[in-house]
């Protein structure tokens, strides 16, 4: 079982809009929800390859009865704490015409010290049925910038490998429990080492440094529509993904690092997790909001990375 771990889950409201103008009157052709946030789109990729996968996190309010009925829906299997807090509703704009989302996200209410407790019994407990752990997305105010380090600590205790997807302070302070696998992008990245940008080769030579410093044994970045970069101690390498219409890049990254996931329990290589993540990327963007391509479409780009040793 993949166990996703989604703090801060949130409800997603897509507005379709063609010829997005900001501060003008805009009118939506089409409204899509979904249960979002990176965990939660992670596990519903992972559903789609035919995983096993659980959430957890926390869920309450209005929102949170909205987000646990999309899950149902769509067959996927939760544990999520329930709160009184509303969980938290991430707005989205889809311009039609230039295929650009613009997004405002809520930052969630803050839980109680015995909620809290409660979640990391429940993980904890989870342990022993997991095959690996995905931490990734966003926390809950006032909540401990430690808390990843600590979920990490207790997977490690238990030999569970750890897929961690998040950037700036959080990741900072994660990598020191040494995670099996760091996959930020090249934003929260840079993020994390103060500064504003990366160059691939900055990129390389940072990645090396977490590995030997911090005791992960991958580091994986994304590029956006440039690909990926993926680091071990003795490989590296650059994944460029074949050119496709790009109607949402909204979970894009979690489709990545669900078929990364994947990819590394089916047993393949480092490079070739490498390819089947960013097939996976590329069917999600050729889909609306949180929609997921199908099993054939996720794997259907496979043939089209191009792999560089670097």
Do not use: W
């Amino acid at each position: 079982m993949i166990t996703t771990v989604t703090i801060n889950p949130s409800v997603d409201k897509t507005y379709i809009v063609k010829d997005f103008e900001p501060f003008e009157l805009n009118r939506a052709t089409r409204i899509i929800y979904n249960a979002g946030s990176k965990g939660i789109n992670v596990s519903r990729v992972v559903t789609q390859l035919g995983r096993d996968t659980c959430v957890l996190g926390f869920v309450g309010g209005q929102n949170g009865e909205m987000l646990l009925s999309e899950l149902k829906a769509e067959g996927i299997n939760e544990e999520l704490v329930r709160v009184d807090e509303n969980s938290r509703l991430n707005i989205k704009i889809m311009d039609t015409n230039t295929r650009k989302v613009t997004e405002v996200n809520e930052t969630g209410s803050p839980v109680s010290d015995a909620k809290l407790n409660e979640f990391m019994q429940k993980y904890e407990s989870h342990m022993k049925k997991s095959s690996i752990v995905v931490i990734s997305g966003s926390i809950l105010p006032s909540m401990s910038k430690r808390i990843y380090f600590d979920l990490i600590t207790i997977a490690n205790k238990y030999e569970k490998p750890v897929f961690l997807d998040c950037g700036g302070t959080l990741l900072k302070e994660a990598i020191k429990a040494s995670p099996y696998c760091i996959k930020p992008n090249v934003k929260e990245l840079a993020d994390m080492l103060g500064k504003k940008t990366l160059t691939e080769e900055e990129v390389l030579i940072q990645a090396r440094g977490i590995i030997e410093k911090n005791g992960v044994k991958c580091v994986v970045v994304t590029l956006g529509g440039s690909g990926a970069i993926g680091v071990t101690k003795d490989e590296a390498y650059k994944i460029t993904p074949p050119n496709v219409e790009v109607i949402s890049t909204v979970g894009a990254g979690d489709a990545f690092l669900a078929g990364l996931c994947h990819g590394y329990m089916k047993g393949l290589d480092f490079s070739n997790q490498l390819i089947l993540a960013t097939s996976c990327a590329n069917a999600k963007v050729a889909e609306e909001g949180n929609n997921v391509p199908s099993f054939i479409e996720l794997l259907g780009y496979v043939n089209g990375c191009n792999v560089t040793s670097l």
